[in-house]
């Protein structure tokens, strides 16, 4: 099945540690983007990429890295620099122009 | 002002009852709309996408404006499964990336 994998589903952090959270899509989408959601909030875009080796800063890229060596791979780095990591993150891809967003089942981060 | 406004709600319904969503946009030149659901601690998922015609997909119908820049969602004969927050959502150009408002809650009650 064609889809979008968000792994793992739940993920805990120790302070100072960098953690790697996971998102693959077989959709063949160029563009993949990342969100934070906090609790009855909305979603934050973090980072994007429109295409392979590429990604740009979205609202709050602080505290976080990216990488897109591979159009199927969009990995996210919650790095120790970001204070306040427990959240839920959605990774989402997008083919044509102009279409919807697909999304990933989430990962849910917490610190111990 | 915020890119995308909806009222945040909630909004509690009985079963069967009609309710409208409405939502705002400030940048004028968007191209694309899309109602989304979102379940309690899950992944939004597409409602459907907004057409400048309108559109309707069985109990769902979309509106858009443009010229007030406004785009609305009708839900009829509500069930308890459409119990959910529903995000309006705009697109500006090619791949960049969607606008989300922040939601209304609906909750259908029996």
Request: proline share 5%; net charge positive.
């Amino acid at each position: 099945d064609g889809g979008i994998t968000q792994s793992p589903k739940y993920l805990f952090r120790k302070e100072g540690q960098n953690v790697t959270l996971s998102c693959e899509q077989n959709l063949n989408h160029d563009a993949m983007y990342w969100y934070r959601q906090d609790p009855g909030q909305g979603l934050r875009l973090i980072y994007y990429s429109q295409i392979v080796n590429d990604f740009q800063k979205g609202d709050i890229a602080e505290g976080y890295s990216v990488s897109r060596e591979k159009k199927e791979s969009f990995p996210l780095t919650v790095t120790s620099a970001q204070k306040n990591p427990t959240a839920f993150y959605l990774c989402a891809s997008k083919g044509q122009v102009n279409q919807p967003q697909h999304f990933g089942d989430g990962t849910r981060l917490s610190i111990l | 002002r915020k890119e995308v406004e909806q009222d945040p709600g909630p909004f509690n319904v009985p079963e069967g009852a009609t309710v409208a969503f409405n939502c705002t946009y400030s940048n004028s030149a968007s191209q694309s709309f899309f109602w989304y659901r979102q379940d309690c601690r899950k992944e939004p998922k597409l409602l459907m996408s907004v057409y400048s015609s309108g559109n309707e997909d069985g109990r769902f119908t979309a509106q858009l404006n443009r010229a007030s820049q406004y785009i609305s969602l009708l839900i009829r004969d509500s069930k308890l499964s459409d119990s959910a927050t529903y995000l309006c959502v705009v697109s500006h150009s090619g791949n960049t990336p969607l606008v989300f408002g922040k939601g209304t809650r609906l909750s259908v009650i029996a």
